[in-house]
């Protein structure tokens, strides 16, 4: 689960990831979410309008900007189920009003590709850039180092 300004309205919205047997029903939904906080504090889903649609289990989700735009992305990991099969992790890019694109072709290698069971962003090689940790389960651990886009 994240805890972040998604809209850009100053309000802390929540995304948080599923995991499912992917089985297609509702309980069993492996769509990640993301609830708006509104004027009042409450919390409304606008998974519809605002995120693209998923149908694979995720086990970690972090932020960072992987756009270089200045607002928060959403990395998701993730992983088929049933089948336990390798999936590349994800990249949805924020347009800053918190509706969100996925961007895994233009913002992450091939090498994002693994069961990846958890995700963690810092800056470390010390350069001034977001780097990404993917954990594996069964595969090999992974480290993407940020560079500047602009």
């Not at 972040?4 to 089985?23: H, K, M, P, Q, W």
């Not at 769509?31 to 919390?43: I, K, N, P, T, Y």
């Not at 970690?60 to 607002?71: F, R």
């Not at 694109?101 to 069971?117: F, I, M, Q, Y």
């Amino acid at each position: 689960m994240l805890a972040f300004d998604a809209t850009g309205d100053e309000r802390v919205d929540i995304a948080y990831c599923n995991l499912t047997s992917n089985a297609g029903a509702w309980e069993k939904d492996p769509q990640a979410r993301l609830l708006v906080q509104g004027e009042e504090g409450h919390f409304t889903d606008e998974t519809g309008p605002r995120m693209p649609g998923n149908n694979f289990s995720t086990y970690a989700c972090t932020n960072l900007d992987a756009d270089d735009d200045g607002d928060q992305d959403f990395i998701l990991s993730a992983i088929e189920i049933p089948g336990f099969n390798s999936l590349p992790v994800r990249a949805y890019a924020n347009d800053g009003s918190g509706n969100f694109t996925d961007v895994t072709e233009e913002v992450l290698p091939d090498k994002a590709a693994g069961r990846s069971w958890g995700t963690a962003v810092g800056d470390l090689n010390g350069d001034g850039q977001e780097d990404l940790f993917i954990g594996g389960f069964g595969t090999q651990a992974r480290l993407l180092l940020g560079r500047a886009s602009k």
